[in-house]
């Protein structure tokens, strides 16, 4: 529909483009204590899962699967750290339509 007046949602000048939204969401990553909560939710959640997933094998003595250890401890710490980002993103948004029109 050439004769469509509203822009596309890719040109709304409210929404950040790509590149612009990725340094928002590192800066959202690395503030705030972000890092730190993610942290211990890392360990506490990592801990646990690995002893589940590797508990056997510790107590067989037998060789630990390093990657494994390190990936159980790091998807915590992604997911903890990007549900902190999607919650920054979310109360920016609310307070943008909050905001009055100009």
């Known amino acids: 529909m050439a004769d469509d007046p509203t822009p596309p949602r ?3 000048p409210r929404r950040p483009r790509p590149v612009l ?3 928002l969401a590192w800066r959202y990553a690395i503030s705030d204590g972000v890092p730190a909560r993610s942290l211990r939710v890392a360990l506490v959640v ?12 510790l ?7 390093w990657l494994k250890l390190a990936l159980t401890f790091a998807m915590p710490y ?3 750290t990007y549900g902190a980002v999607a919650v ?3 109360l920016a948004r609310a307070a943008d339509r909050a905001r009055p029109q100009r």
Do not use: E, H, K, P
């Open 59 to 65: 107590i067989a003595g037998r060789s630990i699967d």
């Open 88 to 90: 920054r993103f979310s």
């Open 78 to 80: 992604v997911v903890s």
């Open 46 to 57: 990592g801990t646990a899962l690995n002893v589940i997933n590797q508990g056997d094998v």
């Open 10 to 12: 890719s040109a709304d």
């Open 21 to 23: 939204r990725a340094r």
